[in-house]
T-cell receptor, first 111, second 116 residues
Framework: GEDVEQSLFLSVREGDSSVINCTYTDSSSTYLYWYKQEPGAGLQLLTYIFSNMDMKQDQRLTVLLNKKDKHLSLRIADTQTGDSAIYFCAESKGGSYIPTFGRGTSLIVHP | EADIYQTPRYLVIGTGKKITLECSQTMGHDKMYWYQQDPGMELHLIHYSYGVNSTEKGDLSSESTVSRIRTEHFPLTLESARPSHTSQYLC???????????????FGPGTRLTVL
């Protein structure tokens, strides 16, 4: 099975909250990441969380980590059309390890 | 904004041609990577480098080769392109030592390759 799993699509109305979910299999993962890819561009790091944390908040973004269930989520409050992009979940065992990426979730924001 | 560049952005070539995809970064990062990205599929690591004269194959078997003669430059070469090589190729760099112990990767905009 895949090391990092995400659903492929999410559609939300502008102004609503978006929640993108991710599960991973490696219990020794120490860093979990969320990257954003806009059309025609490369990936850009949105946020990351260390495995000893349960939650991290940064403006409209909230990351929740359930280490027991190996489940990571990204919540975007007040979703805007500019948030439409592909969001990739990734995990790594530490700075010297190369992250493993999921397939990406396409977030579509409609008026 | 990341200072990592890829050329060309788009390339359409015929089967059997030799091609080189260029990647350069001005951040002085030691680590560089090549990924292959297809729609709805996870990013597949095809090559990486820990520094000058260091190259390693990634998880995905690839018929491409790479070189790292200078820190800032990490080109990827296909000796004989085939339709199965049609994909998006992303280059990235990182330097965990500068950013602490998490490994933030900085990505280029990608090269969209189509082999006819």
């Amino acid at each position: 099975g895949e090391d990092v799993e995400q659903s492929l699509f999410l559609s939300v109305r502008e102004g609503d909250s978006s929640v993108i979910n991710c599960t991973y299999t490696d219990s020794s993962s120490t860093y979990l990441y969320w990257y954003k890819q806009e059309p025609g561009a490369g990936l850009q790091l949105l946020t990351y969380i260390f495995s000893n944390m349960d939650m991290k908040q940064d403006q409209r973004l909230t990351v929740l980590l359930n280490k027991k269930d190996k489940h990571l989520s990204l919540r975007i409050a007040d979703t805007q059309t500019g948030d439409s992009a592909i969001y990739f979940c990734a995990e790594s065992k530490g700075g010297s390890y190369i992250p493993t990426f999921g397939r990406g979730t396409s977030l579509i924001v409609h008026p | 904004e990341a200072d990592i560049y890829q050329t060309p952005r788009y390339l359409v070539i015929g089967t059997g041609k030799k091609i080189t995809l260029e990647c350069s970064q001005t951040m002085g990062h030691d680590k560089m990577y090549w990924y292959q990205q297809d729609p709805g599929m996870e990013l597949h690591l095809i090559h990486y480098s820990y520094g000058v004269n260091s190259t390693e194959k990634g998880d995905l078997s690839s018929e491409s080769t790479v070189s790292r003669i200078r820190t800032e430059h990490f080109p990827l070469t296909l000796e004989s392109a085939r339709p199965s090589h049609t994909s998006q190729y992303l280059c990235a760099s990182s330097d965990p030592g500068q950013r602490g112990s998490y490994n933030e990767q900085f990505f280029g905009p990608g090269t969209r390759l189509t082999v006819l």
